[in-house]
């Protein structure tokens, strides 16, 4: 007697159904990342403007002579020049960071917008204070000065200490 033999070929309905709920998942997690590329890339540029501010101060206690200069520029629409100079005889070092964000700033009173061709330069002292913003606008610093790249606060506090959060 011949028995009958079926040859199946193919994917069962429960491999199928697993293949399409895993590709569901994956692309609903990588849409979502990539979907709002601008939250991270102003996340991005708010932590390394952290980090060269936070650098900047630490740089000025170490050269004890003299002031240090922080100067943000933003030379295009998406391109920003980070400048530190410091030291006797002065010494700069210059980064530069790409980013399509808003820029904003306030102090007592003085507020403003960075646009393109525009710098905000802090001068902080021997000792890591925030001693004076020189532009856009010059002022003694005496409260906490507020910045706000695309949404997000930092703030610099008189004692040149910069964190993430609004000012208090």
């Keep these: 007697m011949h028995k009958l033999r079926r040859h199946v070929a193919g994917f069962t309905m429960i491999e199928l159904v697993t293949v399409l ?11 979502s990342r990539l979907g709002n590329v601008g939250s991270y890339e102003s996340s991005l540029f708010s932590n390394q403007l952290l980090a060269y501010l936070r650098l900047v101060q630490r740089t000025a206690v170490a050269h004890q002579q003299s002031d240090t200069l922080f100067t943000l520029t933003r030379a295009a629409d998406d391109a920003w020049q980070v400048e530190l100079r410091f030291g006797a005889p002065q010494q700069t070092l210059r980064y530069g960071i790409e980013s399509d964000i808003t820029f904003n700033y306030a102090m007592a009173g003085i ?7 525009d710098t905000l330069t802090l001068r902080y002292n021997d000792e890591g204070d925030l001693a004076r913003l020189e532009s856009p606008a010059a002022a003694d610093i005496t409260r906490s000065l507020a910045l706000t790249v695309s949404g997000r606060a930092l703030c610099i506090s008189p004692t040149g200490f910069a964190y993430a959060n609004t000012c208090l």
């Excluded at 709920?21 to 849409?31: Q, R």
């Excluded at 507020?111 to 061709?117: A, E, K, P, R, W």
């Design 111 to 117: 507020n403003g917008q960075l646009d393109t061709g």
């Design 21 to 31: 709920a895993l590709l569901g998942i994956l692309s609903a997690v990588a849409f």
